[in-house]
């Protein structure tokens, strides 16, 4: 094995471009322990701790640029105000030394399909910023996951930045675990309201090979707050259109048995966590604030 | 390969390290420095915790690379002078330390803990250690211990 420690992007660039078998290492916290137990062995490591650049965020233009070296730990202090479902789902992974290590971007390399940064990602429309020698890709984050710890990189691709836009509404996050801290999400699900395009995005995780986007229940809340007049009004939720929405939400998972849960507990869970999060979000646009997450 | 970095404000120099080992596992089996405890691998139960340029994290998940030029401290880096840290003692004299293996990694998460905190709440300390596992004291004299290093700590100051 060789340990490659470039001190700069175009270094790294190069060499994943001599190499696309090295596999990038960022927090390590995935990684280290596939090494730890001998799941796999690279012949070439490539470091990427070593470059500031990556550790930057800045806004960029309708957007905010978060270089793929900001760990959670930073994602939580310092943006949970414009991002608060990206810092609300930082704040469940792991303990607090796996948030001062692991990163957004380790997160999409790993692709896990329970993943806590995908369903804030998914309903934010992130993309995701993939650099190459060839150039740069602009990867939608809905065309991102190809499979269960798939995604779109080439071999010589690197993640630089995630792009997302900053709350422009309510946002939640909410996750199934069997205790608070240091749990592999049995399913977790992200909301977001949009009041301003009249629009709700809503994603989950653990409850298809890959993490995805609830669109029918989309569709029917925002048709229905449309319909009703209420992104207006501001009125209370019709209960039988939250019923409804966790109902869609769950339709539209795939999930199987396995040692965390099984499918039927997933999906339940899901509609349970889709009705929860629509209420504390409407709470939130109610009161005309959005939730920030400290 | 050789990998340069300070552990405990000591220069260290260390050869022929494997290109996927860990910091935890130098430290422990390339440094001489023991205190760190290995106990599961995968970042599960904190009994590894270092100082990392002054980030506490877990040293099985560093790559002992990663480290090259970067500022290490671990639990022997906690004491002055052969005087226990007010966190060490506190640990001490509340009992919260039965078979120890789960101690050094608790000690540098409270160090850390009251650095940031030096007064936290009962939630931010179960916050703050909900990394580290302990499986014999039940941790309700690990609390005791942090309460009373919070306390000696003000007190010193
Ligand atoms: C104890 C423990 C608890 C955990 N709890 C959670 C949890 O609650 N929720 C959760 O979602 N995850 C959890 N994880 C998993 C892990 O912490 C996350 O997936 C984290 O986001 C990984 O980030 P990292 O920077 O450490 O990635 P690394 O381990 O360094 O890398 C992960 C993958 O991404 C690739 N990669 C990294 N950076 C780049 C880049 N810039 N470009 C291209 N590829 C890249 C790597 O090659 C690798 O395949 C946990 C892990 C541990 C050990
Ligand atoms: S040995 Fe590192 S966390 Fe358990
Ligand atoms: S004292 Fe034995 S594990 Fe904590």
Redesign the pocket.
């Known amino acids: 094995m060789e340990f490659l420690r470039p001190a700069t992007w175009a270094e790294a660039l190069a060499a994943k471009a001599e190499h696309p078998g090295a596999?990038?290492?960022?927090?390590?916290?995935?990684?280290?322990?596939e090494l730890n137990f001998d799941a796999t062995r690279p012949d070439y490591l490539?470091d990427?701790t070593r470059i500031d650049d990556?550790d930057d965020w800045s806004p960029d233009g309708e957007r905010l640029r978060i270089g793929?070296?900001v760990?959670?730990s930073r994602l939580i202090t310092e943006l949970a105000d414009r991002l608060p479902g990206l810092a609300m789902?930082s704040r469940?992974?792991?303990?607090p030394q796996?948030r001062n290590?692991?990163?957004?971007?380790?997160?999409?390399?790993?692709a896990?399909p329970?993943?806590?940064?995908h369903p804030p990602l998914l309903t934010s429309d992130a993309v995701v910023e993939?650099h190459s020698l060839r150039g740069v890709r602009h990867i939608p984050i809905t065309e991102f996951y190809t499979g269960v710890k798939r995604n779109a990189?080439a071999p010589d691709?690197?993640?630089?930045a995630v792009l997302t836009p900053p709350a422009d509404g309510p946002q939640q996050f909410a996750k199934i675990?069997t205790r608070n801290a240091?749990?592999?999400?049995v399913t977790a699900f992200a909301l977001a309201l949009h009041p301003n395009t009249g629009t709700v995005a809503a994603a989950f995780g653990s409850a298809a090979p890959t993490p995805r986007r609830a669109t029918d229940a989309e569709a029917f809340l925002a048709a229905e707050l449309t319909d009703t007049g209420r992104w207006d009004s501001r009125a209370e939720l019709d209960p039988a259109a939250v019923t409804r929405f966790g109902a869609l939400v769950a339709e539209a998972a795939s999930p199987i048995d396995d040692v965390r849960g099984t499918a039927d507990y997933r999906k339940h869970a899901l509609s349970v966590m889709a009705r929860r999060t629509l209420a504390w979000a409407w709470n939130d646009y109610r009161r005309n604030q959005v939730r920030t997450c400290a | 390969m050789r990998v340069r970095c300070t552990v405990n404000g000591e220069r260290q120099e260390i050869d022929d390290v494997w290109e996927g080992e860990s910091l935890l596992y130098a430290l422990r089996e390339r440094m001489g420095l023991p205190g760190s405890k290995n106990a599961c691998e995968?970042?599960?139960c904190g009994s590894c915790t270092v100082y990392l340029d002054g980030t506490p994290v877990?040293a099985c998940?560093v790559a002992a690379g990663q480290a090259h030029d970067r500022d290490v401290v671990t639990v022997e880096g906690l004491a002055d002078e052969g005087e226990l840290h007010p966190v060490q003692q506190a640990f001490l004299d509340a009992g919260a330390v039965q078979c120890g293996f789960c101690t050094p990694g608790l000690l540098v998460a409270t160090h850390d803990l009251l650095e940031r905190e030096p007064q936290p709440s009962d939630p931010e300390i179960r916050e703050a250690l909900a990394?580290n596992l302990c499986r014999c004291t039940g941790y309700e004299k690990i609390l005791d211990a942090v309460r009373q290093a919070a306390t000696a700590k003000a007190g010193q100051e």
Do not use: H, K
């Open positions: 596999l990038p290492i960022a927090g390590g916290t995935d990684v280290m322990v490539l990427l990556l793929a070296g760990t959670y789902a469940t992974v792991g303990s796996i290590r692991g990163t957004v971007a380790g997160n999409l390399g790993s896990s329970a993943g806590d940064a993939a990189l691709e690197l993640i630089a675990g240091m749990v592999i999400s | 995968q970042g599960e877990c998940l990394g």
